[in-house]
C-alpha cells in the first residue's frame, strides 16, 4: 500500500486553509475510487494541518460530524513510506528449523520475533542462521572431532529454539521518525534490518539497507497557498503534486507538470467547489457546510471586495444543497468565533495582524472581525494600552487595530503610536479616544495596507 497523499493548507491556519483541505480530500478521493481501473488500489487522500483549529472551524466540523485533519508538523520522508507493513512474526520459543520454513516459504530474509504477548522481542535472519551453521564447523578444531561430529551438532541446532540465535540489540523505530536520521542510524549499526515498534511496542514493520536504497518524497497537495514560506517544512523535500489557490503565484516549484488551479476568487473553498462541479460529484452536505463556511468567512458573508459572482453563484449552489439562508448560516459560522468580551486581549487584537514596511518604520494593521462592534469598543482602553505594548515591545511606528462590522460593513479605525501616518493616508482624524468609523472599509489587503503604502 503507497502511502496517502497528504492534502494541506497554509501555517498558521485559517477556517479556509483547513476547510479546503479537508473538502478538497474528500474530492480527490471520490474521483480515485472512480477512476481506478480494475484490481488497482486507488490513491488515498487525506486532509492534514499545521496548526490549531480556529474556533468557527471547530464549530463547523462538529457540527456536522467531521473529524479534524491530522496535525503534521513536517513533509520529510518517514520511515512509514519505506518500512515493509505487517512483518511476519515468530515466537522465542519456535524451533530453529520452524524459522527457517518461514524464512523459505515466504521468500524473505528476516522474521521479527515476539515475547507471548506479541511484543518485540529480537530478529532473526537468514544471515544468523549462517552463522550458526558456520559455527558448526568450529567442532573440527576441536581434537579427535569428526565430521558426524559437526552434522551431529548442525542437526542439534535445527532443535535450538530462535531465540538462541536471534539478535535482540537491532535498531527500533518508530513509524514517524525523519528517514534520513533513520538510514544514518540503520548504516551505523552491523546488521541490515530494523524493525519499527507502535507506541505498545508491538512491531508494525521492518526497514532494510534495500528498502532505503531509493529516497521517496512525499506526495502532497497544496491549498490555500503556494509559497514556501507558508508551507510545511520540509516542503523542498516533498513532491508537490497539485495546488489549489487564490493568492498571488510565489516560488513553490516542481519537477513534473501539475496541475495547479489558481483563481482570482474570495476563497480556497470556491474553487474546490467548483472542481466538484467540473466532474460531476454531487457534494454531499456536511462537505457542502465545510466549503460554505469557509466561502463566508474568506470573503466575510460576501461583503469583502475580494469576493466575486463565482462566490456568490458558489454561495447560491453550496446553500442549495443545504437547504439554508447563506446569510445566516454565515452569521452562524462567525458566531462559533465565541464572543469578544471574553476573548484574550491578544487574541482580539493580534489574532490577525500583519506587518507592513514603509522604508522608514514598520507599521502593524491588525484586523478583528465581529458581529458586535459594541461589545469590542466596550475593551477599548484594554485594546489601546496592549496596541502602546506593541509599539513598546517591536518598536513598531504606528499600530492601526481594524475592528470590522460584518453587518454594518464598515470598519472602526483604532489607531496608536504615530497616528499621522493613517490620518494622512486616509484624510482622517484619529485621536486617542473613540476611533474613526469608515464605511464600506472590509479589506486590509485592498483597501488600508496600498493606500498606506501609497501615502
Ligand atoms: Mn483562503
Known sequence: MPSPIIVVGHKNPDNDAISAAIGYAWLKNELAVREARDGEEPDVYVPARLGPLPRETAGVLDKWGIEPPMVINNLFARVSDVMTRDPLTVSAGCKIIEAGRALRK???QALVVTNEDGTY???????????RYISATDVLE???ASEMAVAADLI???DQTVDTVMESQILTLDKDD???????????????????????NVPIGIVTRSDIAVHPHRKVVLVDHNEVSQAAAGIEDAEVVEIIDHHRIADVSTVYPIKFVNMPVGSSATIVTLEAQRYGVDIPKPIAAVLLSAVMTDTVVLKSPTATRTDERVVDYLSGILGVDPLEFGMEVFSFRGGDDDMPIDKLVCADSKEFDLGDG????AQHETTNLEAVMSREGEMREYMRGLIETHGYACVLLM???IIAEGSQFLCEGNRRIVNRAFGIECTGEGGVWMPGVLSRKKQVASRILEA
Request: hydrophobic residues 45%; negative net charge; charged residues 25%.
Open 106 to 108: 515466504h521468500n524473505i
Open 403 to 405: 475592528v470590522t462590522d
Open 362 to 365: 514598520t507599521v502593524l494593521i
Open 178 to 200: 525523519k528517514l534520513d536520521e533513520a538510514v544514518a542510524d540503520l548504516m551505523n549499526q552491523p546488521f541490515r534490518e530494523a524493525v519499527v515498534l507502535d507506541e505498545d
Open 142 to 144: 576441536t581434537e579427535g
Open 156 to 158: 542439534a541446532s535445527l
Open 121 to 131: 522481542k529480537g530478529l532473526i535472519s537468514t544471515r544468523m542462521i549462517a552463522n
